[in-house]
């Protein structure tokens, strides 16, 4: 199916700010689904609220908009009574890992089969610029006009310590890259992160001083380095982009038809 089937274009134009790397999200996560000649009445995409949470609205899949934080949760329920489904779900920082952070340990601990994009573009973009469990010290927000003194979380470090099978880091830059990730994060069986660095220029950037979204993106290129790379080696404070994670664990919605097998004295 050519990529324009895969998207309701009467949303369109998207509510994005201009130079928002959502948009980009959105390309390069159409991108690998066509390439895997997904159907797309097989695929489920629950999102709860802000900007990322929006892509649900611009695909045509099945797609479910929930509540803040909510959306790891519905997810599962999805993914337990139709298991022969693909369930994507796209998250912000505070989706993943401020309101959302308990759903999102406990699905990665079930490893339960489900593809996980959050989108780490420090901020709550949606809602004004508050900080979030992704800012970082010392940057600024609405909340933080002096600075947040609040560290941040290292998504690819929480995501292999809660048990998650498949984790990768790209970035709105590596457009090809990402896509490549997600093609592979869609048909790994289990729980499936990735983090996506996705800039955003109308509010944390301009309060961060770190210019237009041309210049941000130029930051993605000149401060990531590919993983187990020579430049990788030679730069030991960049960012690594990469797949981090990936190996082979009992999958939670196998196990518990098995479990119900077992218990109904099925063979």
């Known amino acids: 199916m050519p990529v324009r089937d895969y998207l309701r274009e009467r949303f369109f134009p998207h509510m994005w ?43 045509d899949f099945h797609t479910m908009h929930t509540l803040h934080g909510r959306a790891l949760a519905f997810a599962t329920g999805v993914k337990m009574s139709r298991p022969e489904l693909t369930v994507l779900v796209p998250m912000g920082d505070g ?6 952070g308990n759903h999102f340990l406990h699905a990665a601990r079930r490893n339960i089969d489900m593809t996980a994009i959050i989108m780490n573009n420090r901020i709550y973009g949606m809602t004004g610029g508050q900080f979030s469990p992704l800012t970082g010290y010392g940057c600024f927000g609405t909340t933080a006009p002096y600075g947040n003194v609040d560290h941040d979380f290292d998504v690819v470090e929480l995501s292999t310590a809660a048990g998650a099978t498949f984790v990768a880091r790209s970035t709105t830059y590596h457009v090809i890259e990402l896509a490549d990730i ?33 210049e941000m993106l130029e930051t993605y290129k000149k401060q990531t380095v590919p993983l187990n790379s020579k430049a990788a080696q030679d730069a030991p404070d960049k960012i690594r982009r990469g797949i981090f994670v990936e190996k082979e664990r009992p999958e939670y919605s196998n196990e518990y038809k098995k479990m119900i097998r077992t218990a109904t004295g099925e063979s």
């Open 182 to 214: 997600i093609k592979k994060a869609i048909t790994h069986k289990g729980f499936s992160v990735v983090e996506v660095l996705s800039q955003c220029p109308t509010n944390f950037g301009r309060r961060n001083q770190l210019g237009s979204a041309v």
């Open 95 to 100: 989706d993943a890992l401020a309101i959302g």
């Open 17 to 59: 700010c201009p130079g928002c790397g959502h948009g980009t999200v959105l390309n390069a996560l159409l991108r690998a689904v066509e390439k895997l000649g997904l159907d797309k009445n097989d695929i489920v995409m629950v999102s709860g609220i802000g900007c990322s949470a929006r892509i649900s609205g611009y695909v």
